[in-house]
């Protein structure tokens, strides 16, 4: 069965960055896009981007220019690069497979 599994999570002050990983297991990892979300407390789940099965990326505005979203076949892993990070970052982060699979998220806070 797909799994998927965050981590990278923690807390950082405004300014600094953190890299999430997104292991995935029981599918052709190579043959699907991953996608990062993330929900803040009393929000909605909002898609954060997205990197195709050739290695195309896609980012919400909101972060466009500080995440970058990559993938490593050979690791079935999915990475997502945090760099100046904001408050509003501060969110649970989820990958996302197929657009039904989910891992159990890992939590950012931006604060100082």
């Known amino acids: 069965q797909v799994q998927l599994v965050e981590s990278g999570g923690g807390l950082v002050q405004p300014g600094g960055s953190l890299r999430l990983s997104c292991r995935a297991s029981?599918?052709?990892?190579?043959?699907?896009?991953v996608a990062w979300y993330r929900q803040a407390p009393g929000k909605q789940r909002e898609w954060v981007a997205t990197?195709?099965?050739?290695?195309?990326?896609s980012y919400a505005d909101s972060v466009k220019g500080r995440f970058t979203i990559s993938r490593d076949n050979a690791k079935n892993t999915a990475y997502l690069q945090m760099n100046s990070l904001k408050p509003e970052d501060t969110a649970n982060y989820y990958c996302n497979v197929m657009g039904t699979y989910w891992g159990q998220g890992t939590q950012v806070t931006v604060s100082s």
């Open positions: 029981g599918y052709i990892f190579s043959d699907y896009a």
């Open positions: 990197v195709f099965s050739g290695g195309t990326t």
